[in-house]
């Protein structure tokens, strides 16, 4: 399931994306728009600065504004900076890896094998799913609604 600081750093990324063109948007106004607990909302937004997705700005007119085109943030990234690994089990990720506790054999694994299919039909989705797709969606949603 997806993680609470998931969906809030997706949310907060495409009211960013919604915003690109306009002054930096600050935590308060992102976090009642979107009904996210501002704390929780101003780590969220650190990491995804640190990651290079967001710029901030200190001060009179401050706030936070992408620092990249919403077309080149895909989902597959937002997941490995808010949640870690894409896959459901330790032995099918690729970039989180380790071998579980009680597997007898991992090359024999069923289960390993079903969820490595599961990981990279996810990863295919999530990879090729940017924040722009995002906003293009919710436009089609609202149009045909």
Request: aromatic share 6%; proline share 4%; with cysteine.
């Amino acid at each position: 399931m997806l993680s609470k600081k998931t969906k809030y750093a997706i949310k907060a990324l495409v009211i960013l994306g919604k915003h690109r063109d306009k002054p930096p948007l600050q935590i308060s106004w992102i976090a009642e728009q979107e009904k996210i607990p501002k704390k929780f909302l101003e780590q969220i937004l650190l990491d995804l600065r640190n990651a290079g997705f967001l710029y901030s700005k200190k001060g009179a007119g401050g706030g936070y504004s992408l620092n990249k085109d919403p077309k080149d943030i895909y989902l597959v990234h937002v997941l490995r900076i808010t949640d870690g690994p894409i896959a459901m089990v330790p032995c099918a990720s690729l970039n989180f890896y380790h071998r579980c506790d009680e597997c007898h054999q991992e090359t024999t694994c069923g289960i390993r094998d079903v969820f490595i299919d599961v990981r990279d039909a996810t990863l295919k989705i999530l990879s090729e799913t940017s924040i722009a797709d995002i906003i293009d969606r919710e436009t089609n949603l609202i149009s045909i609604g």
